[in-house]
């Protein structure tokens, strides 16, 4: 049977260091603090913007990722992964998209309005863009709607979907009064509603399942948007987007960009070489030190969506035992591995307190484990586990730990040093344990063949549904814990079918308070978005929810 994550567009793999999450609803956008000290004064979008008047005609950007996607269909659940929609989002787009607070507004590209006309039953009307198609010039309508639904909702198990929340509560997709105008019916209240409308699938991908699984494994799907897939170099490692000659809105300034596959060690120098014209810092202290070394590049840093954590496999072994996740939370020094990140990369060193929201964001509260070796070392006592030496024992066996690591990702390695550290400074030896980066996630996490590991989630402006996967049910796709609590899914079913916003948040204060006291995941902490860019790119760079309009990123004029 295919496991199906809960959440919004659930989660998307981050490359071999990380993962990505989803979340929030009207009226609860995910916006940032208004107090700019609790964001330590980075923005919300960090690029340099141009007027599209202001920005070069032609020219190429070249991008790197860490792979080329294995499944260009970023619905299905091995195109979840950041790599893939970096890329196919410059080919993508729909009815919404996010400005740079984090709310969600209209694209007009795609449509003139997006109403919820009905709270009872709630309904939702779309009134589609009549100029924008796919590229091949068939329109855009309430037919690719309609597909997209039925692919979705979980109805049919030969889809291998990322997530089947709010599509499995939608009633109907109807037609009004043309084929224009999209009316969607909800059989139970969805809250995050419109986080459903920014992508739609052609028909004849979401009427079948098996071009739906399969047939984007070695090209794109057709493309919505302003550039399209020109060529594609699997050995090299290249794929090429131009301009879409079928796309209705403004002309894209950009001729084509490139993206390359480099592996993350060897980004550093690619940028410095001039082949790539972006660097994704991260928390990435030598990486920030060689683009501050390139002659003009421009280092930004915004707010960011993504956390790293420390997963841990509590279906059996020692960490099933909730007081030795306690443990592990309490030892493990958060706020160390959190300055260790980011004060080498010139931004704010802070944990992260929260399972659903990100600091900043509305809702965000720290409910998280202190660090206090001595109560660490109570929890384990709780656990049954006594000090023998400089060991914890239990039936005359002694507690040690494993971390599982993608080889040669220095974040990653680096974190995974410090859990060593911390833990076997107070008596629990950790083993780390590296495998080939290409299997990490498809080998060791998505089976669930580890006792801890440590990436990073990736968020998008919808947090409270989209979290949802990392922890309920336990065969989500996406809970690679292999636990969860029972109380969850009637808190997460009252949250997602709020429409207060000020309920939903308390809510969503509620299901936190449940995680911290089963402790699934240590979450560790936030990480700004931090990127070297060419001299003279503007409209695209570091950013923490703002949809990149690809019709305006380029250089700008002399």
């Known amino acids: 049977m295919i496991r199906k994550a809960k959440g919004l567009s659930a989660l998307a793999l981050l490359g071999a260091a990380a993962l990505a999450i989803a979340g929030c609803a009207p009226g609860n956008t995910a916006a940032p603090s208004a107090n700019p000290e609790d964001q330590n004064s980075l923005p919300s979008t960090a690029w340099q913007r141009a007027d599209a008047a202001d920005v070069q005609d032609g020219g190429s950007l070249t991008l790197a990722v860490d792979s080329l996607p294995v499944n260009w269909n970023n619905f299905h ?82 889809y291998v979907v990322i997530s089947t929340t709010g599509w499995d509560q939608i009633a109907s997709v109807e037609q009004g009064e043309n084929e224009f105008d999209v009316v969607i019916t909800f059989s139970s209240v969805y809250a995050d509603w419109q986080g459903l409308l920014s992508q739609v699938l052609p028909a004849s991908v979401g009427n079948d ?140 060193a802070i944990t992260q307190g929260s399972y659903v929201f990100m600091p900043g964001q509305d809702g965000y509260t720290d409910e998280a484990l202190p660090y206090d070796v001595d109560a660490g070392a109570q929890y384990l006592e709780d656990a049954g586990y006594t000090k023998d030496g400089d060991s914890w024992v239990k039936d005359g066996t002694p507690l040690t730990l494993t971390v599982t690591v993608p080889a040669d990702t220095a974040t990653n390695v680096q974190r995974a040093e410090q859990i060593q550290a911390d833990l076997g400074e107070a008596g629990i030896p950790v083993e780390l344990t590296a495998v080939p980066v290409g299997g990490y996630f498809s080998e060791y996490v998505i089976p669930g063949d580890f006792q801890m590991v440590t990436f990073s989630w990736r968020g998008t402006a919808y947090p409270i549904s989209s979290s949802e996967s990392l922890f309920s049910p336990v065969d989500s796709a996406q809970n690679y814990t292999g636990i969860t609590d029972d109380r969850l899914a009637g808190l997460w079913e009252e949250a997602n079918t709020e429409l207060d916003p000020e309920a939903r948040l308390q809510t969503a204060e509620e299901i936190d308070k449940v995680l911290w006291e089963y402790v699934p995941i240590i979450p560790i902490a936030p990480l700004p978005e931090v990127y070297a860019v060419s001299e003279g790119l503007v409209n695209w760079g570091a950013r923490q929810f703002e949809t990149i309009d690809w019709t305006i990123v380029g250089f700008a004029n002399a």
């Open 77 to 158: 659940i091995d195109g979840n992964e950041a790599n893939t929609n970096d890329i196919v989002a410059a080919m993508q787009g729909g009815p919404i998209k996010i400005d740079e607070s984090g709310k969600p507004v209209v694209d007009e590209n795609y449509a003139s309005s997006v109403e919820l006309t009905n709270e009872s039953p709630q309904t939702v009307e779309i009134k589609l863009n009549p100029d924008a198609k796919w590229e091949d010039g068939t329109p855009i309508t309430v037919a690719d709607y309609q597909a997209t639904w039925k692919a979705n909702n979980g109805t049919n198990p030969d």
């Open 209 to 348: 399942p098996t071009t739906f699984n399969t047939a984007y494994l070695t090209k794109a799907l057709p493309s919505s948007g302003p550039f399209k897939l020109a060529s594609l170099d699997s050995t090299a490692g290249i794929a090429t987007l131009d301009r879409n000659p079928n796309w209705w809105g403004a002309t894209p300034k950009l001729e084509t960009v490139v993206f390359r596959a480099v592996s993350q060690d060897q980004q550093g120098t690619s940028f410095s070489n001039g082949e790539i014209d972006a660097l994704n810092i991260s928390a990435n202290a030598d990486l920030y030190q060689t683009a501050q070394n390139v002659a003009g590049a421009q280092i930004q840093a915004s707010n960011g969506l993504t956390w790293t954590h420390i997963t841990m496999r509590a279906s059996d072994g020692p960490l099933a035992d909730v007081n030795v996740r306690k443990a592990v939370a309490s030892i493990v020094n958060r706020e160390q591995i959190a300055n260790t990140a980011n004060s080498p990369v010139g931004v704010p």
